[in-house]
């Protein structure tokens, strides 16, 4: 059997580190979603500060935060010394018919007018796969 390399090991304790965050924004987002500032997590915005040894770790994995965190959008800042501060609003733009995210470039491709440009590239693309058979 083969043993787990030094790469995997690191990153599991990524994966680690990325879930004690997790469980602090979902904390913040429950807080946020009972004073009505949210209704549901895909409204929110999270912002997140972070002390010189989280920051490099959030800033490698921001394009899987709002995944992880079930948002639809995630800033990162650095320069809390105390740690972590979550603090968490509503998320700009509309909401796009096809992933319930909320974003600015909703409508963005005309074509597509109710939802956003990751999901109209993903529609035409399917759209192109299927005039070709």
């Known amino acids: ?7 995997q090991r690191a990153h599991a304790e990524h994966w680690n580190a990325l879930i004690e965050v997790r469980g602090d924004v979902l904390k913040t987002l429950e807080g946020a979603r009972q004073d009505k500032t949210i ?11 972070a002390d010189a040894e989280l920051a490099p770790l959030l800033e490698e994995y921001r394009a899987e935060l709002p995944g992880l965190f079930i948002v639809s959008q995630v800033s990162l800042r650095n320069g809390n010394p105390g740690g972590l501060e979550v603090k968490v609003e509503r998320a700009a733009g509309q909401k796009c018919e096809r992933c319930w995210k909320y974003l600015p470039d909703v409508g963005a491709n005309r074509a597509w007018p109710t939802i956003c440009t990751s999901c109209a590239e993903a529609v035409e693309e399917i759209e192109r796969d299927r005039n070709a058979n």
């Not at 059997?1 to 790469?7: K, S």
Request: glycine share 16%; net charge negative.
């Open 1 to 7: 059997t083969a043993g787990i390399t030094g790469e």
């Open 39 to 49: 209704g549901a997590p895909l409204e929110a915005h999270v912002h997140l500060t």
